[in-house]
């Protein structure tokens, strides 16, 4: 099997895209039931949450606030799983639960 990094991303920048405490409890128990599930199937080689903080630098050296500088999603995590292909990732990141709050998945293969 390859090694996969699945990044997770969402807009959560505004209040209309913000989740309610309810919403967001329910979506936390199904994260750890996904992560449960993969990790009882010896797929989770790695996995990482991030803070909403950061720092770009850009191509002038210049340091800007905010991790998103110049986009709207922000990075909620990011996983390293095991599959056999793209496909077999690619499938798997369609149950992951970000999927439900609009957002998207990453996959990179690792070389």
């Known amino acids: 099997m390859d090694e996969f990094l699945l990044v997770f991303r969402a807009?959560?920048?505004n209040k209309e895209n913000q989740p309610s405490p309810e919403q967001l409890q329910a979506h936390f128990?199904?994260?750890?039931?996904?992560?449960?599930?993969?990790n009882a199937e010896g797929r989770?080689?790695?996995?990482?949450?991030w803070?909403?903080?950061?720092?770009?630098v850009?191509?002038?050296?210049?340091?800007?606030?905010?991790?998103y500088a110049e986009i709207k999603?922000?990075?909620?995590?990011?996983?390293i799983i095991r599959a056999t292909d793209y496909d077999e990732a690619a499938e798997l990141a369609k149950t992951v639960p970000i999927l439900e709050f609009g957002g998207n998945v990453e996959i990179r293969k690792a070389l």
Do not use: S
């Open 29 to 38: 128990e199904k994260w750890h039931a996904w992560y449960d599930k993969m």
């Open 58 to 67: 850009n191509a002038q050296k210049t340091v800007l606030n905010g991790p």
């Open 51 to 56: 803070d909403r903080e950061g720092l770009v």
């Open 73 to 79: 999603e922000t990075i909620g995590g990011a996983v």
């Open 44 to 49: 989770i080689v790695v996995r990482r949450r």
């Open 11 to 13: 807009d959560f920048t």
